[in-house]
């Protein structure tokens, strides 16, 4: 179907999600959109709190004859991860997202992240509370911040819940109930470096790789996607054997959670090499396009005289940090055999005046699996004279055996839609594991309508999926009596 803008603004849940998309709501500036939902539910006479992490409580009373069934909780975050291209100029901090119709989906043409994730699912939310005349239980309804950062918001999610059954929001498949989600940490390296006088007749190149498909660091870590850091890194190595140089700056990433599609480093060398470099650069180019036939025609590797520094690095160590991690999947999932179990993703770099810092993104549904990472890397700090710390980590939501809400929602979904939906854990962190710390024992499930590229420009969603995935939540609450 070919669908208009101007047609889908006057749905609820596109109507709601442009008035999300025009507040700036990347993570740690969310106070705006908090303040803009609050006076939203006031207005509709509904009962709302704010904390002072700007978290949201809201609660609608039971539809009538509804009265004596169990409250249902639903949950979204409402922060977004903020990246866009070079040539993009938005200003996450003050400007709206742009996003056009494209045939059947929505996106922002490539430039920057939409925030469907996980502004689509408080859209659902928001039309499920606005509309009188749907059929539900008492419905509680959590807006949570800081998900994309350090689920904070759901740590500190402190307002009295009522309910025993959660359907959380950030779903990005259609026809999967989520039951499980992977738990996570992060890994944050400094490798001491010292600089060293660069010989006046050296030059200054920058080396640069930019274009990568980029994405998820937990949904998108099994799409055989490269990672501009570890290319980087593959770069340097093989470099390395043909002639001697040293690096004066590096740098890689946007967002640790997120697969890097960028990174440069600008080297020191003699202008003899520079040929080499160059048969480097189109070796690796050429490369690229055969390991992918999918993304590498908007891969670019490229180099270019810079600046001569007046200082560098050697690259030795610089180069083991960038090669020797895991970086990618590190286990599949034996009970669901599609499933990444564990893995870890280098997503930050950049080389600082005294030191070389990364940080890794590290997923696990066995918790204890991610932890064994953990300890990978802080054995390789220790043998290189680097360290190795975490500041953060989150919950699992382990797989229950019994799940009344989850059986309940396969029936629903089989009887709309005549097909099976497939119920499955995702490899990436959900807030749920947070709700379950505050009710143990909590029933609980995730959907959400179809989205791809979280954490990219190349971010989008599909609008047939939208509908169908409301319709879906609007009959389960309904039948959940």
């Not at 396969?410 to 939906?421: I, L």
Request: with cysteine; aromatic share 8%; hydrophobic share 40%.
């Amino acid at each position: 179907m070919n669908y208009k803008k101007e047609d889908l603004l006057q749905q609820p849940v596109f109507a709601y999600f442009n008035e999300i998309c025009q507040i700036p709501h990347v993570s740690g500036n969310e106070k705006q959109l908090s303040d803009h939902l609050l006076s939203w539910a006031k207005n509709l006479g509904l009962d709302a709190a704010q904390d002072k992490y700007h978290n949201l409580y809201i609660r609608k009373p039971a539809a009538p004859g509804y009265e004596d069934a169990p409250p249902i909780m639903l949950q979204a975050h409402i922060d977004m991860v903020g990246d866009q291209t070079a040539d993009s100029t938005l200003n996450f901090q003050t400007d709206p997202i742009e996003w056009i119709v494209e045939g059947d989906n929505i996106t922002t043409s490539g430039k920057t992240t939409l925030g469907a994730d996980d502004g689509i699912g408080v859209a659902m939310a928001m039309a499920v509370l606005a509309d009188k005349s749907l059929h539900h239980p008492m419905l509680e309804v959590a807006f949570t911040t800081m998900e994309e950062v350090d689920f904070s918001g759901a740590v500190h999610f402190h307002f009295p819940i009522q309910s025993n059954s959660l359907i959380n929001l950030d779903g990005a498949v259609d026809h999967e109930i989520l039951c499980s989600s992977s738990g996570g940490m992060d890994a944050n390296v400094r490798l001491p470096v010292q600089y060293e006088a660069v010989p006046q007749e050296n030059i200054g190149l920058r080396v640069a790789l930019f274009g990568f498909a980029g994405g998820h660091s937990g949904k998108e870590i099994n799409r055989g996607r490269d990672n501009a850091i570890a290319v980087l890194g593959r770069f340097l190595l093989e470099l390395k054997k043909e002639i001697p140089f040293t690096i004066s700056h590096l740098q890689g990433g946007t967002s640790y959670i997120s697969l890097s599609r960028d990174a440069w480093a600008e080297l020191s060398l003699k202008p003899e090499d520079v040929h080499t470099v160059e048969e480097a650069v189109q070796n690796l180019q050429n490369i690229m396009l055969e390991e992918h036939p999918v993304t590498g025609k908007g891969i670019h590797v490229t180099c270019s005289q810079s600046q001569r520094p007046e200082k560098a690095v050697q690259p030795e160590s610089i180069i083991t940090w960038l090669v020797l991690p895991t970086n990618g999947i590190v286990q599949m999932n034996e009970m669901f055999p599609n499933v990444v179990a564990s893995s870890v993703n280098l997503g930050l770099v950049r080389l600082e005046e005294d030191s070389l810092f990364l940080r890794f993104d590290i997923r696990s549904l066995p918790e204890h699996m991610g932890q064994f990472t953990f300890e990978r890397l802080e054995l390789l700090a220790q043998l290189t004279g680097a360290s190795c710390t975490s500041t953060l980590s989150y919950p699992s939501w382990k797989l229950y055996a019994q799940s009344p809400l989850r059986e309940r929602a396969v029936q629903v979904y089989e009887k709309k839609f005549s097909t099976k939906p497939e119920v499955t854990a995702v490899h990436c962190g959900l807030e749920v594991g947070y709700f379950f710390a505050q009710k143990p024992n909590l029933d609980a499930i995730c959907i959400g309508p179809n989205r791809w590229g979280n954490h990219s420009p190349s971010e989008g969603m599909s609008i047939e999926s939208v509908f169908r995935s409301t319709d879906y939540l609007i009959q389960l609450l309904k039948e959940l009596k």
